[in-house]
């Protein structure tokens, strides 16, 4: 018996399937990284403005040479947050990237589906054609005197 084109094909859709997770999966994962680089972004700029703050308090009587010190480091922060500005920026377009390949994964699952569904559904017709035909067979040799 040949095996039908719905059943064969329901391979490919649970292989498409797995396709489309796997791709939400990385999206996922994409996700929460870029939330950690912005909190850690969050955590310098924070750290930047309170040194700032206690920088500027008014404290005078500082040595050139500590002044000179703290202006280097308000200088390595203000070089760490650009950096971690352009990580996350990596981040976010390999995310819009992920998430593209997701919705591309997610229709070729949905229009799979749909033609399986097509099929099953033009499979089923047919076979009630096919019986109808024999029941109409089958009526008119009863009705047939012998």
């Not at 971690?84 to 229009?111: F, G, P, S």
Request: a positive charge.
């Amino acid at each position: 018996m040949k095996i039908k084109r719905s059943t064969r094909l329901a391979v490919v859709v649970t292989l498409a399937e797995k396709d489309e997770q796997h791709a939400a999966k990385l999206v996922e994962e994409c996700r929460k990284e870029l939330q950690q680089e912005q909190a850690r972004l969050s955590e310098i700029q924070d750290y930047y403005t309170e040194y700032v703050n206690r920088f500027s308090s008014g404290k005078t009587g500082l040595r050139a040479s500590d002044i000179g010190r703290q202006r280097d480091f308000l200088l390595e922060l203000t070089q760490m947050q650009g950096k971690q500005k352009e990580h996350i920026a990596r981040i976010d377009q390999a995310l819009q990237q992920r998430l593209q390949h997701w919705q591309l994964a997610h229709l070729k699952h949905q229009n799979l589906k749909k033609l399986v569904d097509r099929y099953a559904h033009d499979e089923t017709r047919i076979l009630e054609k096919q019986e109808q035909a024999i029941m109409d067979e089958w009526a008119q040799q009863t009705r047939k005197p012998y």
